[in-house]
């Protein structure tokens, strides 16, 4: 079944504590991209990845980090979390930029 | 500076009628739109798309309307149906060399009544 599959769906941390959110798509897409949705404000793009190794920022993007060494993997890394980064996080990807995204079913992230 | 707004954060439509859910854009270098919807504790699933050169898409029950002089596209749903009841979720972005970004709006609730 074509997914993209993000890890783990619920998490609690505690401020400073370094995490990783995993997305993985076994669609053999180019384009991923990552999210977060907060009440009020919608979904803002935090990073995204035309193909491997080539990342760019999106209107959000202090305090995260991403990486792809791999075509199908797109995890986003929180060095330092704060209470401010507590929130609804979504993966998506695409064939190419343009074509429509399939996104994950999110993992919603609090941070104590 | 909000480039896509979705200035209706909810809408109540009783089965069977037209849903109107609205969409304005600041950015005039926007080329292609989608429309998403959400339900609870699931991502966003794409609905429909249009490309800035055409001003209208049909896809079964959903059609979307593009006005480029306005800056403005709207989903129509016609009949609606309760299984239609999510947040809706207006995209933007450009398809050119660039920019890769796709920016959303706030979405609309949408809620259809038996």
């Known amino acids: 079944e074509a997914q993209v599959t993000q890890n783990p769906r619920y998490l609690i941390t505690v401020t400073g504590k370094k995490l990783t959110v995993t997305c993985s798509q076994n669609m053999n897409h180019e384009y991923m991209s990552w999210y977060r949705q907060d009440p009020g404000l919608g979904l803002r793009q935090i990073y995204y990845s035309m193909n491997v190794e080539v990342t760019d920022k999106g209107d959000v993007p202090e305090g995260y980090k991403v990486s792809r060494k791999e075509k199908r993997n797109f995890p986003l890394i929180l060095e330092s979390p704060s209470p401010n980064q507590t929130s609804l996080y979504f993966c998506?990807?695409?064939?190419?930029?343009?074509?429509?995204?399939?996104f994950g079913s999110g993992t919603q992230l609090s941070v104590l | 500076d909000q480039q896509v707004k979705q200035n209706s954060p909810s809408l109540s439509v009783q089965e069977g009628r037209i849903s109107i859910l609205n969409c304005d854009y600041t950015n005039s270098m926007f080329d292609y739109f989608l429309w998403y919807k959400k339900y609870p504790a699931e991502g966003p699933t794409f609905l429909i798309s249009?490309?800035?050169?055409?001003d209208k898409n049909e896809d079964g029950r959903f059609t979307v309307f593009l006005n480029k002089s306005a800056k403005h596209l709207s989903l129509h749903i016609v009949p609606s149906q309760p299984g239609d009841s999510a947040v809706y979720f207006c995209?933007?972005?450009?398809?050119?060399?660039?920019?890769?970004?796709?920016?959303f709006g706030k979405g609309t609730k949408l809620s259809v009544i038996p």
């Open positions: 998506a990807s695409s064939l190419v930029w343009g074509e429509k995204l399939f």
């Open positions: 249009i490309s800035s050169i055409k």
């Open positions: 995209a933007a972005g450009v398809k050119g060399a660039g920019s890769y970004q796709l920016t």
